[in-house]
């Protein structure tokens, strides 16, 4: 189970980045190496928490998001929770007009086509986090005043290379725009560890958004497919549609317990890749599980 760190977010950037460097650079290979089987461009960003390993690919270039900016904008819309602008159990009419189109996802629009229904708060977070509802999504964008306000919360995190620039409702109809809501695998990386250690959001908050990423539903054979079984990962998936053959973001990132109660932050991106969903989704999994092996020994040797 994750629990959150006393230790101070200025400890945690005190914390030496010590890796060997012939292991961090096999690490690597090894990501360039199962990368190959996308057919298209895989970054990589991997951290351990407690002792500032790191390694990546690519982890420095633009990917599109798609619905991993879910993640950033529940942020902002808890720091307005936690200033008292918003309430979790607080009401909000659902609109017609709020859904996105029939090709983009969203259950809660398949539950109430017509609209014009009450949710909370807390509930459409759950759609957007837990079901990766684009609706949802662009109802919180929204109440908080829209995709600049999200975006200048996570810049105001000292997080920079991370763009939220547009809706669900522009985004899902218009494929090539996605490229405008984008981040690096590193940023990525780095916004969970804020948001793990940084103590940005107040205790509540933290654990209510905490509790939507270890159950979202998503992404079953991506991180955590070839993890143990009953491995705590709490994460937010992005997949975009496909088009003559060319599927522009297959996404997992979030934060992997390891078995000695070390946490993994780990982000993976596939952007304009020619394979199909089986191997994008796999390129992930073996991703993830080479990071895990790759740790998982470190730990037996030190300990």
């Known amino acids: 189970m994750f629990i959150r760190p006393f230790y101070s977010l200025a400890i945690v950037l005190l914390c030496p980045f010590i890796t060997v460097a012939q292991q961090k650079g096999n690490l ?3 990501f360039e190496t199962i990368a190959q089987a996308a057919k298209g461009t895989v970054g990589v960003s991997v951290l351990v928490l407690e002792t500032g390993e790191t390694a990546g690919l690519n982890s420095k270039i ?5 619905s991993v ?18 309430k979790l159990e607080q009401p909000v009419r659902v609109l017609p007009s709020d859904y996105i189109p029939k090709q983009g996802h969203s259950p809660l629009r398949d539950k109430y086509p017509a609209g014009n229904v009450d949710i909370t708060v807390a509930e459409l977070l759950r759609y957007n986090v837990a079901e990766s509802d684009g609706s949802a999504c662009d109802v919180l964008l929204r109440i908080i005043g829209g995709t600049a306000v999200a975006d200048r919360y996570i810049h105001d995190l000292g997080i920079k290379n991370i763009r939220i620039a547009l809706t669900e409702q522009v985004q899902v109809p218009n494929e090539p725009m996605q490229y405008q809501n984008w981040s690096t695998p590193e940023a990525m990386t780095a916004l969970f560890r804020k948001f793990y250690t940084g103590h940005v959001l107040s205790g509540s908050s933290y654990d209510f958004l905490l509790d939507l990423l270890v159950n979202s539903g998503p992404g079953a054979r991506r991180l955590k497919a070839q993890l143990p079984k009953g491995t705590v990962v709490a994460h937010k998936t992005g997949t975009s549609g496909t088009q003559d053959g060319l ?11 390891l078995p000695d109660g070390h946490h993994l932050i780990i982000t993976v991106f596939v952007k304009d890749a020619y394979a199909d969903q089986e191997t994008r989704e796999k390129t992930i999994a073996n991703t993830a599980k080479a990071a895990w092996d790759h740790f998982v020994q470190e730990e037996r040797k030190n300990g």
């Not at 599927?247 to 317990?257: C, E, Y």
């Open 62 to 66: 633009r990917f599109p998001m798609q």
């Open 69 to 86: 900016y879910k993640f950033p904008i529940a942020m902002a819309v808890l720091h307005q929770v936690d200033k008292g602008k918003l």
């Open 247 to 257: 599927t522009r973001a297959t996404n997992d990132a979030g934060i992997i317990t």
């Open 28 to 30: 690597s290979q090894q």
